[in-house]
């Protein structure tokens, strides 16, 4: 798609009138047909009768029911694949028909006896029955392999809503072969295929709900987000336990059969509410949807369909996307300013880190460890598993107020000094020889790895992945580590048991090393992502493959971008479309009139933002504004449109905003850190400022304001860096505190979209941002800051 297409179509985008399918969250249909409907461009979008906050909180609760249901069926084996009930129907996975035990053959009696905490178990070794064990638990990742494969493959066609209902239904498929499955030949094939089946539909929703939550979360809030969607994978694997646990006390084959059949309940739940929620909007730019994506960006806003932040973050989506447009398939494997290989190895290998740091060997094997390893009874095992599941869930819950605020990094590094300790202090209670009391130091441990494990591992492989990889290979990349993370899952689910049975000391010390050997990795190779807008990550990449910075430090020393800033990078380091700046961009035009466009090119790509600030505090005598403020603004979404505005703009009204911000340090040392490249424009504007600087202003100079510094240092608020709402924040709490406006200036921080609106709200009662006043609407293309989606 040429850029000009693709103007062409965002211009389409201001057409209000498209209809729905059955449900809110629909594709556009033929604007002809009998649903068409037309949407105000004055009102709020909504999806279930929501926006804002509250349509985002029923994002996350559908991405929850959806990692819920994944953590339910991880932990729902745990409790059944050595009940007795579940040897009647299988009996080619009971060690004790097969006299499997090390020096023993056990009879019913003792087993029942064992089974009652009478006895302890001499310790198994490698048999059928426990490889048979593993084969049932791990055959499920293989279907979810499939499934992410299939994401893979056919992901980015179907698109996120319409993968995760599939992957819903799948399951639900699944689920009844297996609860179907009963005495006799076919049982044990039966069950297999049904566990395949359900594992297919689950690959289906692991490796899509990462990404269409991640972008349809604001940047601000997408790891609290994601954690809570990733934590509810623990929330999953302990309600299963307890399940497992009550119905451990029926003797009969609904024992665990209903435990498996439950978990249809999240799927149907997920169906319910993916009916009525809104594709992701940066997948709806990607296919030429967009005035549906625009709608679902105005919907998480919140704000008017066709308000300025909302076509602002329309363009940065579009600009992000369309730089990438000309990607071929072979460039996901290959690096350059977007890095597209090194970032899907990064979130790759987080997954691949979490499953080898032997997070399922705990989780599906526990009570099988409690029970045969550490010589405690059946339902003790089971009690010690189910509270151990609900610690798991809680420790979950910790990473809340941290995701954010502690960052990615400190997290990984917490989490795997945690369980690499934790493992060697099972191994060291696991050493024979040991008295009674090493027992209970075991279980201590495999509580405290499955604590460490719950707030750190459990949620950043899902989180990492969906943030690191850019737009345009985001599916793709996060099946790839989808895949990584199901081929690892179910080498270690099947490896464990005779891992165990062979050496158990050698087992937890194997996971504790491997745990050692992420430090460096993580240290060298993990940028920072927390806070960071989806663009922002891009850029960190790219600025660090043209500066030849390492991307940690990158994430490190670069500051926080808005909107415009973010659009004026991608354009530097040359990520999209549009014309990169380069050294005849302003040459051929700093020392007349008309090279002003070529002058405001070069600012409009760097800085649009500063340059309204320092024309906002200009007075209108100096400028040539009309004297009864700015008419209606017609707000435009193409390049030329705005430089041919910007080109009206009297000559001296440009100079002076310049060396205002010049002045600021906003422009030079911040835009282009290529020395050469800064000292171009410094000369060239400057010639420009010379020759315009003189020119007449529109009224005589005896009327302009004094410049006597007192006046400057008690009433001049300091207005650089800040977006106009910001500045009328400011004003607004001076007057309400009592605070001069000069000091309100200097301690209020920067802030971001939504403390600005709600700083609107609590101080001017508004409930949303207006249009900024002022003659500056005729030439204002770009107003607050982008958070991000």
């Known amino acids: 798609m040429s850029a000009a297409d693709t103007k062409q179509k965002l211009a389409g985008a201001e057409k209000r009138e498209f209809t729905h399918s059955s449900h809110e969250g629909g594709d556009l249909v033929d604007p002809n047909g009998p649903n068409k409907v037309h949407i105000d461009e004055n009102d709020i979008p909504t999806y279930m009768g929501m926006s804002g906050n509250k349509l985002g909180v029923m994002i996350t609760v559908a991405a929850s029911m959806g990692f819920c249901l994944f953590g339910y069926d991880q932990g729902v084996m745990s ?43 001499t310790r198994p070794v490698l048999s059928a029955a426990s490889v048979l064990q593993a084969f049932y638990v791990a055959i499920y990742e293989v279907g979810c392999l499939a499934g992410a494969v299939f994401a893979l493959m056919f992901g980015d066609r179907l698109g996120r809503r319409k993968m995760m209902f ?83 006390y029926l003797d009969n084959s609904a024992s665990w059969r209903v435990p498996i059949a439950l978990q249809c309940i999240f799927a149907v739940a997920l169906v319910a509410l993916l009916l009525f929620l809104p594709e992701s909007p940066r997948w709806l730019v990607s296919k030429g949807h967009y005035a549906e994506a625009q709608k679902v960006i105005a919907a998480l806003e919140p704000a008017p369909y066709n308000d300025a932040t909302v076509v602002l973050q329309l363009k940065v989506i579009n600009d992000s996307l369309e730089g990438q447009t000309r990607q071929r398939k072979r460039d996901l494997i290959t690096n350059g300013p977007t890095q597209h290989a090194r970032r899907m190895l990064l979130g790759a290998s987080s997954q691949f880190f979490q499953q080898v740091g032997g997070c399922n060997a705990v989780i599906y094997f526990s009570t099988p460890i409690f029970e045969e390893y550490l010589g405690l009874g059946r339902k003790l095992s089971l009690i ?25 990094r400190k997290l990984f590094f917490i989490g795997t000094w945690g369980q690499a300790l934790s493992m060697f202090l099972i191994m060291g209670c696991l050493i024979p020889g040991k008295d009674s009391n090493a ?42 580590s989808t895949i990584n993370n199901w081929l690892f899952n179910f080498t270690v689910v099947m490896f464990t048991p005779p891992f165990l049975a062979s050496t158990s000391v050698g087992c937890f010390a194997f996971f504790g090393a491997v745990n050692l050997c992420f430090l460096p990795v993580i240290y060298f190779f993990y940028p920072e992502t927390a806070g960071r807008s989806l663009e922002e990550i891009d850029i960190i990449f790219a600025r660090g493959y043209v500066e030849k910075v390492s991307y940690v430090k990158m994430a490190k020393i670069m500051p926080r971008l808005s909107g415009a800033e973010i659009e004026g990078e991608w354009r530097r380091l040359g990520l999209s479309d549009e014309e ?121 100079r005896e009327e302009e304001a004094s410049d006597s510094l007192p006046v400057i240092y008690f009433f001049y608020p300091e207005t650089a860096g800040r977006s106009l709402e910001e500045i009328d924040i400011i004003f607004a709490r001076g007057y309400v505190e009592k605070v001069s406006y000069v000091k309100m200036a200097k301690i209020m921080p920067l802030l971001s979209g939504a403390e600005i609106e709600g700083e609107w709200r609590r101080h001017l009662q508004l409930a949303h941002l207006p249009d900024t006043a002022g003659w500056m609407l005729q030439t204002r293309t770009i107003g607050t800051p982008c958070a991000g989606i």
């Open 166 to 248: 599939s992957g819903a239904i799948i399951l639900v498929i699944g689920v009844i072969i297996q609860i179907t499955a009963f005495s006799g030949s076919w049982a044990g094939g039966q069950f297999i295929i049904g566990r395949i089946v359900t594992g297919l539909g689950t690959g289906f929703e692991t490796s899509t709900i990462p990404t269409w939550h991640a972008e349809c979360a604001k940047a601000h809030s997408r790891g609290f987000a994601v954690f809570i969607e990733a934590a509810m994978i623990s929330t999953g694997t302990m309600i299963a336990y307890w399940i497992d646990f009550g119905f451990s």
């Open 439 to 480: 027992v209970n130091g075991a279980v201590v441990g495999i509580f405290l790895y499955l604590t460490f494990f719950g707030f750190t591992w459990l949620e950043l492989p899902w989180l990492y992945p969906a943030e690191i990889n850019p737009l345009k290979t985001r599916t793709t990349a996060n099946a790839v």
């Open 79 to 121: 409790g059944l694949i050595s009940a007795p009930q579940f040897f009647r129907v299988f009996p080619a996975c009971d060690p004790a028909r097969q006299g499997a035990y090390k020096g023993t053959l056990l009879c019913d009696a003792s087993r029942r006896a064992s089974q009652a905490g009478l006895c302890r178990l």
């Open 384 to 408: 010690l598993g189910s509270v151990l599941a609900t610690v798991y869930a809680l420790s979950a819950c910790i990473s809340f107020p941290l995701v954010d605020k502690a960052g990615r």
């Open 580 to 700: 990169r700046p380069s050294a005849g961009d302003g040459a051929e035009g700093f020392n007349s009139v008309p090279g002003t466009v070529s002058v405001l090119r070069v600012l409009v790509r760097g800085n649009v933002r500063n340059i309204e600030i320092a024309l906002i505090v200009l007075p209108p005598r100096w400028t040539g504004a009309p004297a009864g403020g700015a008419a209606a603004m017609k707000r435009t979404r193409g390049k030329n449109d705005r430089e041919s505005r910007l080109a009206r703009v009297p000559a001296p009204k440009i100079a002076l905003a310049i060396l205002l911000a010049i002045y600021s340090d906003i422009f030079f040392e911040f835009l282009y850190t290529n020395k050469d490249a800064r000292m171009h424009y410094s000369i060239g504007v400057q010639s420009f400022i010379a020759l315009e600087i003189g020119a007449p202003l529109t009224e005589p």
